[in-house]
């Protein structure tokens, strides 16, 4: 029963976006659209809490068997990715914007939702899917539009950056392109475990080597690892707020699975890490991020510029993880996906609020706004907290568990690194609390208008303030699951 | 009522006192009720912690294990000696300092009272945590809220300078907390696979003595409200907070926190036999000994009377220090006391100055001339409370002084003389920043008299601040002297 609904999660929202073409009714796809995550997210737990202890579910499209047919495939790994995808999905769906992006006309708000679930069919697909050329379909179906929905921002820069956007993510697509024919030129197979098994990769094989240099580096650049993330902050901060929420908490972390299941599965640690010591380049890396970005965004005066720079700090954070190749540490960074989805996600609802009552985020405007809309700050200064890893919420489990990791692995230098640039986080927290709470609102602008935000927009943005808090005080479904999962991949499985 | 129940329901009333602060204040508008029900339930939660004396003496250990955080990491409390200290005296002063708290933001006309009693009740609230945590992500947890929940109590007033003081006192306690404090547990946490308190520490005697010493300052510096220096700028730019702030958060609970985490470490991470044997305490030693002397030194210069205190506290606080750097069970004995002893004496000197606040509007050491006879029992109990400070018999101070300097030749080192001669010293320069204080009060001609001091029939009349004001710092100067009394039961409380 369970394998018969697991190719459901990927064709509900498939099948859903034409429905919302057809319909066409903006309400109705409002609801339908909404139904259909919750429908994902349903089946996204069940697979979960069936795989959970080292299960997997198997389901051959078309019955043709691996390696010749499409084989999904679920593991924690995947399960995780999934439940992480559509949870968010849902708690974006619930959020009320008032009816979509400003500048989309009535007529047809039904085209943005039916990319908005192409988009997510995507993601699942690429989490869900054993085949190699099928990772890449649903990867351009998951970036193609979400090149649309950022260009949907309203600003006339919204165009601008979801062009660049789509320039940076389609030489992305390209390089891992690229790397997949090479792996099926050196394995004659498309399957990813069948190309795990036949792949004998060493450094003289100038093939394989290659083919992980286009694939990291293509994954890298959809991931906005620094410095291939000059795409992220633009589009971020002009794609209209929902789907910059969206985006934020789910985009870069499928590609951080991929990146993962590239390294791991297929290439495998021994290789990756101990005869190519990738790590040499990616904990270097990464620590420049942390420091650089979170730097950047003390300097940004556009909250949703700020946010998007604290992103590719995070992110940072999470290919950290991976460079330690051990259980602690890439369960960190495994965790940090779920715990930063919750919390920028909050973070970027927050924006939305913030944005529908006040009409700007930018700092000189949001001054005294903490006590026009006292619950709305609250949620941000709970999302603040979590960046900065304050204990009970859940940036402080994925800190904890990262700096484990790297101090099993002896890098202490590192370890330092990681609690100091936590520190870059309290000052751009700092500055964004400090400017809603005791700052004077400047003359020209008066905020006397400014209610607090209605409750379909404050509630969805409070579960995931609540979620952050939650998971940062119970971490069986969190940190439990991602340890088995990073213990999966560092056996070589998915 | 199980001794478990009893610490949760300890844990639970000053959250119930916040969220009564924010209905009746808030919601309800009914503000005399708001200021009835902050004290009394602050009576209960003494109440709650005095039940669980009983248990702790007769050698029991009550526990109260909520659920697993992290794999291996409970949040969890024990109520162990050290902690039961320390959560008595900062319950116990909540109950006066909340009445305090009442008449002064009335006589002194503050805003967003509601706001301020809230986040106080919280305060206190995470100081029980800190207080009864039984492992290091437990104390932590609430050494870090305590920050972040007082944080609003520094800028209250909003200024400019609130703001530039809340910057300081965020940045200085979340910056020495999380890179060193948190370091720290985390390098614990690798060594020993476990961040439990348990009694003979958890540092097995195989480690290196270069490691012994690196986690010991980590840890006496990741404490940060310990204020050691150099890291001590927090605490006098604490002081634009209200004064029952100053009084309750500034020298009582947050200050204590930090030294409380020191001791408590000191006693069941490392362990006394660790610490002892290597030369890691004589570093602490020093750099406590500094901090107690220069502390001292720049409090005598200072002239705003709450800055002058506020530099006594760091030199006081680095007295407990010293205790559980000694590594031995009477530095651990001294130090405990000087919890409490310090407690005492220095929210009756914050009330006072309070208290002419209100009254008066001075805030400088210079302006206090012949206000001893305006303000006469405010000025006795801040004569009173100076004496404990600088450990003078009758009052309570007098011990913690006296353990601490048999603790310093109980020590193996050769040159434990020095320290018996800081301590000797530190008290010196104490009688030069809190005597001049009475001295003015009493003896200097008020400017107003005149410069030919027409003494005779024209005495000024008694003009003390409100009641509300006079009547807590009474108490708690009469509470140094009972001290003094009372000491050996805290010597069989705190015999490790």
Partial sequence: MIEKILVLEVVLPLLAAPVCVLVRHPRFCRLFSLGVVAACFAIAVALLVEVRGGGVISYQLGGWPPPLGIEYRVS???????????????????????????????????????????????????????????IFVFLEISSLSSYILVSLGGHRRAVMSAFYYLVMGTIGGVFFMLGVGLLYQATGTLNLRDIAARLEPSLDDRGSVLALALLVVGISIKLAVFPLHHWLPNAYSFAPPKVSAFLAATATKVSFYLLAMVLFTIFGAPFVFEELRLQAVLLPLSILAMFLASGAAIFQNDLRRLLAYSSVAQI??????????????????????????VMKGGLFLVVACLLYRVGSVHIDALAGIGRRMPLTSAALVI????????????????????????????????????LLSSLLAL?????????????????????DHVREAPLGMLAPAWVLAAAAVFFGLTTDWTYGVAREAAELLLAGGI | MSAETTILVALLLPVLAAVSCLLLGGGLGRPNLRDIATPLIGACTFAAVWRLAGDVLAGGRPELVLFEVLPGVELAFQVEPLGLLYGLV?????????????GYMRGHHEQNQTRFFTFFALSIF???????????????????????????LVTHHGTDEARRAG??????????????????ILVTWRLTGTIEFTPGGILGAETSSGMVTVLLLLYAFGAGKAALMPFHRWLPNAMVAPTPVSALLHAVAVVKAGVFAILKIVVYVFGLDLLAGSNASLSLMTIASFTMLMAAVIAIRQDNLKARLAYSTISQLAYIVLGAAM??????????????????????????????????????????????????????????ASLSIIGIPPLGGSWAKWYLMVGALETGFAWQAAFLGVLMLSSLLAVFYLMPVVVRGFFAASPSAGPSGSAGGDRKPIAEAPFLCVAPLVLTALLSLALFFVAGDLVTLLNF
């Avoid at chain 1, 924690?76 to 999934?82: D, E």
């Fill in chain 1, 383 to 418: 999302g603040g907290l979590s960046l900065i890893g304050v204990p009970g919420t859940v940036g402080f489990v994925s800190k904890w568990y990262l700096v484990s990791g790297v101090l099993e692995r002896g890098w202490t230098a590192a370890a330092v690194l990681i």
């Fill in chain 2, 126 to 152: 995470a100081a029980l945590g800190i207080a009864f945590a039984s492992n290091l992500f437990t104390l932590f947890l609430f050494y870090e809220a305590l920050t972040l929940l007082t944080f609003p």
């Fill in chain 1, 76 to 134: 924690t790994v995947n399960a995780y990715l999934l439940a992480l995808v559509t949870s968010m999905a849902l708690v974006v769906f619930s959020f009320d914007s008032r009816g979509g992006p400003p500048r989309v006309p009535e007529q047809r708000r039904h085209l943005y939702y039916a990319v908005f679930l192409l988009c997510i069919s995507g993601l699942l697909g690429i989490a869900i899917t054993g085949d190699a050329f099928n």
């Fill in chain 2, 327 to 384: 590594a031995t069970a009477t530095g651990v004995l001294a130090g405990g006391m000087q919890i409490a002893m310090h407690a005492a004496g220095k929210i009756t000197l914050f009330f006072c100055a309070g208290a002419i606040l209100v009254a008066t509007h001075k805030k400088k050491v210079s302006e206090l001339d012949g206000l001893g006879r305006t303000m006469p029992w405010t000025f006795a109990a801040f004569f009173l």
């Fill in chain 1, 316 to 341: 940072g954070y999470m290919t950290l993880g991976l460079s330690t190749a051990n259980a602690t540490g890439l369960a960190g960074g495994l965790v940090h996906l779920f715990n930063h989805a």
């Fill in chain 2, 167 to 184: 910057r300081i006192y965020l940045g200085i306690l979340l910056f020495t907390s999380i890179s060193f404090l948190l370091f720290a």
């Fill in chain 2, 90 to 102: 900062a319950s116990g002063l909540w109950i006066v300092t909340s009445i305090y708290a009442v």
């Fill in chain 1, 427 to 447: 000052v751009y927290v700092g500055k964004v609390v400090e400017v809603l709470y005791f700052r004077k609102p400047a003359e020209t602008q008066p905020i």
